[in-house]
């Protein structure tokens, strides 16, 4: 099993910046992928944006060039520049371990934007 806990979240102007953070416990070793996503009321969770061993890095078109992923051991993080109001949602932590056979899911971090 693998437990993630999320911190980070909260409430910003449009143009500021939030850095989440997800530490990972339990089985580690075999985490091959971690990420973010996130679900705003009303609308289906979608990729954020997701680091996989051995690949490059992966984010959605409407953060990139504002948001950056990166991780360090058993910890992802996600720094967002340049906070728009349509970014507010729930940002959830991902990670997968042996390639797919198993995903977690974090409790999730709320993440405003005011205009």
């Known amino acids: 099993q693998v437990q993630l806990v999320e911190s980070g979240g909260g409430l910003v102007q449009a143009g500021g910046s939030l850095r989440l953070s997800c530490a990972a416990s339990g089985i580690i070793f075999s985490i091959n992928r971690m990420g973010w996503y996130r679900q705003a009321p009303g609308k289906q969770r979608e990729l954020v944006a997701v680091?996989?061993?051995?690949?490059p890095t992966n984010y959605a078109d409407s953060v990139k060039g504002r948001f950056t992923i990166s991780r360090d051991k058993n910890t992802v993080y996600l720094q967002m520049n340049s906070l728009k109001p349509e970014d507010t949602a729930v940002y959830y932590c991902?990670?997968?371990?042996?390639?797919?056979?198993?995903?977690?899911w974090g409790q999730g971090t709320q993440v405003t934007v005011s205009s």
């Open positions: 680091i996989t061993r051995g690949e």
């Open positions: 991902y990670a997968e371990r042996a390639w797919g056979q198993y995903a977690y």
